[in-house]
């Protein structure tokens, strides 16, 4: 489709969950606004449930609701069935569901209480799905990262901690930048390098001509599970880091849960501009076939990282499923397709995978590299197919 002096091309794509993917909508949910009966979750709304009641369960219940909170989750637990209504429901993983059926009664410890705290994923009315904003966050790190041909700065770790957040150095490598403002202004200007630009601006980035909508709403889609942090060192123990909605996913279920979004191109056509300007154009043009690209080869770099992880740590169930994801990667590129690419996104998909470190040429893997990888059960979390439709 033209377009003034540009050209347009907009397709549908899918968006296809390899391992388990959250995104989280800022909002946590308590053990009184979800119910977990004979295996399946529930998202509830309580004034609703009360409506549904008779005259005399309407009593019961503003009695239950007096006597505090954990008697009447308890109550609610209880009474509930599908018929007094939900907002939706899913799949629940098997280790959170016992954890729910110990602590519904009270935890021992007051702490013990978070354990049933649920992060929820992103949803609107309509339901849950995958928002465009995160997907094209995602292909732009993963675009950039293997465009850029010279990729140097200096990160280091905070003097009283060994671990994350990592912190941004002046050139000499020796000094802190603290300034939230400079620290922007350094990520800006890497960009700007790399695009080969003189400074990033939204006229001259060329992901402004990217256009992604947010995705279709699957039903259905939706399974609870607790994610936990492992250490590259096989002797240290995992730290749980809280239990999230999450969509499911091809590995982890067997099937295939797709949603769906439109991106679209737009591309200067050529010989719209001549000399100098027509170079400085022709180089913001992003095609759909250079970002698959680039995508599938950043692919490979996180893939080859996460295996020897996983090697390290020893943990031989995440490290097939690794070597599953690389299974995908291989068709795609035996296959020469142009119209499928791995991304990572979401909560948990990693420092490497958010960040230009696997190309920074400053790089020093004792100091800058994460010791640590978020999973849930045996899946490295966020990884993704794009597929054309």
């Known amino acids: 489709m033209k377009f003034g002096t540009m050209d347009l091309d907009s397709s549908l794509y899918e968006f296809i969950p390899i391992t388990p993917i ?182 001259a980035d060329p992901f402004k001509n990217i256009c992604i909508g947010d995705t279709s709403i699957v039903e259905d889609a939706v399974k609870v599970f607790s994610i936990k942090r492992v250490s590259k060192n096989p002797e240290k123990d995992s730290m749980p880091m809280g239990t999230l909605e999450g969509v499911k996913s091809l590995l982890s279920c067997g099937k295939e849960i797709s949603f769906t979004f439109r991106m679209s191109f737009k591309n200067y056509r050529e010989g719209t501009f001549k000399g100098r300007v027509r170079d400085i154009i022709e180089e913001t043009n992003i095609f759909q076939e250079d970002l698959f690209n680039h995508l599938n080869a950043k692919a490979r770099k996180l893939l080859d990282d996460e295996l020897v992880f996983f090697k390290e740590n020893k943990n031989k169930e995440s490290e097939k499923v690794c070597k599953e994801i690389e299974k995908i990667l291989d068709k795609i590129m035996e296959e020469s397709s142009k119209n499928e690419a791995l991304i990572k996104i979401g909560q948990g998909a990693g420092f490497n995978s958010s960040t230009f470190n696997l190309y920074n040429k400053e790089r020093n893997i004792r100091i800058n590299d994460p010791k640590t990888k978020v999973v849930t059960d045996i899946y490295p979390m966020g990884w993704a197919l794009i597929r054309k439709k």
């Open 22 to 203: 959250h995104i989280g909508s800022g909002n946590e949910l308590l053990p009184y606004n979800y119910i977990i009966k004979n295996g399946v979750y529930y998202k509830i709304d309580i004034t609703e449930i009360y409506e549904s009641l008779s005259e005399k369960e309407k009593e019961i219940f503003e009695k239950e609701i007096g006597k505090g909170i954990i008697n009447f989750r308890s109550y609610l637990n209880r009474i509930y069935n599908e018929k007094l209504g939900y907002i939706y429901k899913g799949e629940v993983e098997e280790n959170f569901n016992e954890v729910y059926s110990k602590k519904l009664n009270g935890a021992a410890r007051a702490n013990e209480e978070n354990q049933l705290i649920i992060k929820e994923f992103i949803e609107n009315f309509k339901g849950k799905y995958i928002p465009g904003s995160s997907i094209k966050g995602a292909i732009r790190t993963a675009f950039l990262s293997e465009k850029g041909d010279n990729i140097n700065y200096k990160l280091g770790r905070k003097k009283d901690s060994k671990t994350a957040p990592f912190v941004l150095l002046d050139d000499s490598g020796k000094v802190p930048i603290t300034n939230k403002r400079q620290v922007v202004e350094k990520a800006k200007e890497i960009e700007a390098r790399i695009l080969n630009i003189r400074r990033l601006d939204p006229k």
